[in-house]
């Protein structure tokens, strides 16, 4: 098997360097020409053109419509064309004359194939890049869209990481370098909802309501939709856009495809190695098997996650998918199965410099930034996806029809991190003392989703239809048993740097679990009506939905401390003799403090009625109103002394809006829109908590108000064939009680906690958007740019010095993005797609300019994320009718990850600038580094 997989290897290399080099053809005849759709007039790629003669053979169809045959004997050909969903062409007699071009153009009629009163819609044309086109062009309102084939070619494997390929998306990158979240028009993932076929799904986040992408492998999509203008009919919780995975659903006859690959990250080279480690048996904590008022004993707890750490060389990532459809009962019943599992090891090297709690100032400066710590971290992450679907579609008669859908996602990821500081960097230290840091973190988080969807469709009357979903979805995630280990102390040192003698300052152990899961059951009901009034063709939808929602957190930490101060810690965990740090909590650390742990119920309903007709020919008005009722209820297990251990609130938001489509020709229109949306806090925002973060603790804010929106569309749209688009637009958000995360004062100036507020005043996001796909022959150029501007303005606190009174400090307003948006984000992509060659490779390169990461109470102290670039390859070479062999390489280029504080740099410490590295903006001070390296994948596609 190794040998044959290996043959098949180097014959993919060798036909792929075959092609390379280019091929010589013979000064013979020539027969060329275009095939097209009769009735629009679009090319029809993938369509094959069969000639018989003195020779067989076949040509593709290029994604221009274009086919041609070389190097023919003189001589007559029979001509024909087939293409699935098309009637197949008569056949056509055709001379070939020696040393001449003879030009034949073919246009195929679409053929409705009709099975028993089932219309079958065939599954290759569904995924394909002139499939979304379509979709795009007859969309009710603004929307980009990925074909399967279209992320099948690209370099990523995950949804996450696909989704920075659409125009005006970037992505919220995880330690690994992943992408998991998606930033729509400059809008965070606050802002945006995730659909799965249309039916929104809960998040296994412990306190927010979006959904992490990264947990989606790629490969399980019929397309994927951005979509980013709301109808009433639509769920209306999205502000930046809504993102919507259209899983692969059932052919019209039988298909298997199946799929595997292999990999490595370069990180893990030369002399980086990946940390391993194996996950604690405590899946429960001491409190969940022996109940909340029992004390916890050392023996209660498991090392081994710290115990246990592998050192890997290069581990290899592997990838695997199988699909299986088909349809039985006289076509009646369509039945589909999809699997894909993925373990991809991936990390990154991170330098980074924490600032102080507040800033100081000198005579010269105002706000000048003190940093207490610099950490140099390594993230070793192993991320194990495992996806399964299937639908279940039965059409009873042409006016009834009923399907199953049924999906679970599930994720591992281990994660080790490693952190060195070197506490002052120097400034706190002296020739001959030094105070270091160890502090190591094991991590295992598991996250499941799953949803059940049971749909109808209904022809009640010639005039009317009724459809409607029930739906059962679940989300959780887990954290069993997350262990921190941290070792402090000063060392005294001799003339020559050795180690005289060192004191340990603070040795510390925590066991964390964390449980929380999120349980929707849902309603869906529409009913749409098409009478005529007035001589014209009007549709009218009504409808709306019930939700049930159930969100349960549960945090439980156990803290210990070194009891021995005289110990060394010299690599051998087990020599520390560990005790529980009562000091910090009133009842004992060896008894799980619970305040953090919430329950959280909602309903929400919704009704909506929507208008669409044609009052002219050429324009199309859809337009409406939907309502939205939202009531929460929460509890803590708090004290009883907190104010807010519980709560309620209410509200209704009625949500207008108007879409206009102008057809300027078959191949052209112009839209234009307005619709009202909101976005709701997260179910943990809300909620008093108090949870220690990675550089400042993190506290709910149970006085938040949910964020209302007004947005506007303005697209022309230019579909002139096949993949070939022109797309530009605008668009005009106003946001009402924006929600971000502020550094905040809690208690006093050195005590500062991250938490969610209201801004005070109402936020603007505009832009402008362009998108253009255009094919010359077998080559291709895909481009798209966003520039997007927000802002808004709040207090900040400035720190300056007075020449009598000392340091003081005063508010100043400051106007500001919102955090997450980019000025300028634009992707690039050049294709090559040869049918005849069967080869298509893609040269892809992601831009993302200059964005707002977190915001500061301190004027002028943000952090930014550094214009990021990214450069990726991707190809599949058909190495026989059915199989293929692909690669994908990611981030050629080394791009890093970096982050900045905008004061000069050089008004800071030589030596503290040093130790992040080379400080490239005079203007600005580089606080942190991440790099992720080259990932490469390689593996073999089959196709019946």
Known sequence: MESSTLNLIKTGAFLLAFVCLGLVAGAQSIIKGKVTDAGTGEPLTGATVHIDGKTTVNAPVNLNGSYTFKNLPAGTYKLTVKFIGYKASKEYAVEAVTGKTEVFNIALVENSTGLNEVTITEQAGKESDRAVRSLEKNAL??????????????PDVTVGNALQRVSGVTIQRSSNGE??????????????????????????????????????????????????????????????????????????????????????????????????????????????????????????????????????????????????????????????????YQNVYRGSNSTQLTPNAQPTATAAASNVPQFSDAYTRSYSTQTQRLGIHNKIDYSFNKNNKISLYNLYIHTNEYQARQTA??????????????????????????????????????????????????????????????????????????????????????????????NNK?????????????????????EISLGGLLRHKDRDADYITYSLIGGNKSTVYTNNFNSIPFVFNLASDGVGANNPDLQDNYTVKEDDNAEYLQLK???????????????ENTLQKYTTQSPVTVSQRAGTSAYTDVLPSLHLKYEISGAQSIRASYFASLSRPGYGEIVPYKVSGEYYDEEGNPYLHHITADNFDLRYELFPGGADQLL??????????????FVVRDGGPSNQVIKPQNDDGDATNYGFEAQATKFFGVIGFSVNYTYTHSSITTDKLLYFSDPVKGLQQTYVSQTRPLQGQADNVGNASVLFKSGKLGLDMQLAFVYTGERLAQVSP???????????????????????????????????????????????????????????????????????????????????????
């Open 858 to 944: 301190y004027y002028n102290l943000d952090f930014y994320q550094h214009a990021y670039s990214q450069l990726d390859f991707s190809f599949e070479k058909m190495i026989g009718k059915k199989l293929s062999f692909f690669g994908k390489v990611n981030n050629i280029t080394n791009a890093a990850a970096k982050l900045y504080l905008k004061y000069p740099n050089a008004q800071l410490s030589t030596q503290l600038l040093e130790f992040i590295g080379k400080q490239d903006i005079a203007a600005q001070t580089l606080v942190q580094t991440d790099y992720y390296k080259t990932s490469f994948l390689g593996g073999l596609r089959y196709k019946f």
């Open 728 to 741: 530009l637009g605008a668009f005009l958000k106003k946001i009402h009680n924006p929600i971000e995360y």
């Open 518 to 538: 999120d349980q929707d059951v849902t309603g869906y009901a529409n009913f749409i009506f098409a009478p005529k009034i007035l001589n014209h063709d009007v």
């Open 141 to 154: 309102m603004v929307e980009n869209i990925l074909s399967a084939n279209t992320i099948q070619l690209l």
């Open 613 to 627: 007709f044609n009052p002219v020919a050429k324009l199309q008005v859809l337009g409406g109103v939907r309502v």
């Open 179 to 340: 992408g998991r979240y998606a930033i729509i028009r400059g809008m965070d993932q606050r802002y945006n909802n995730t659909l799965v076929n249309g039916i929104k799904i809960p998040s296994p986040d412990d306190k927010f309501r979006f959904v992490p992408m990264d947990v989606f492998p790629s490969e399980m999509l019929e397309h994927l939709e951005v979509i980013k203008a709301l109808t009433p009919s639509m769920e209306g919780d999205a502000i930046g856009g809504t993102m919507n995975l259209v899983m692969k659903s059932a052919p019209d006859h039988f298909v298997v495809s199946a799929n595997a690959s292999s990999g490595f990250s370069s990180l893990f080279s030369k002399g980086r190695l990946f940390t391993a480690f194996q996950g604690s048996p405590n899946t429960q904590s001491p409190a969940m098997v022996h109940g909340n008022s029992y004390a916890a004993t050392y023996a209660d707890f498991n090392n081994k996650a710290l115990t246990s750490d592998q050192s890997l060389n290069n581990p290899l990532s592997s990838t695997a998918g199988l699909t299986i459809g088909d349809r039985f009962l006289d076509r009646k019943l369509g039945v589909i199965v999809s699997a894909s």
């Open 421 to 514: 500081d070197t506490l002052g960097l120097g400034l706190n230290s002296t020739l001959y003392n030094k105070q270091v840091t160890i502090s190591n973190r094991s991590t295992l988080t598991q996250q499941n989703i799953y949803n059940s969807t049971l749909q109808g469709d209904h022809q009640l009357a010639d005039k009317i239809k009724f459809n409607w979903s029930a739906v059962y979805s679940y989300a959780n995630r887990h954290q069993p048993d997350r262990t921190d280990f941290a070792y402090d102390a000063n060392q005294t040192l001799n003339s020559s740097g050795a180690i005289v003698s060192e004191l340990d300052n603070n040795t510390k152990l925590s066991h964390h679990w964390e």
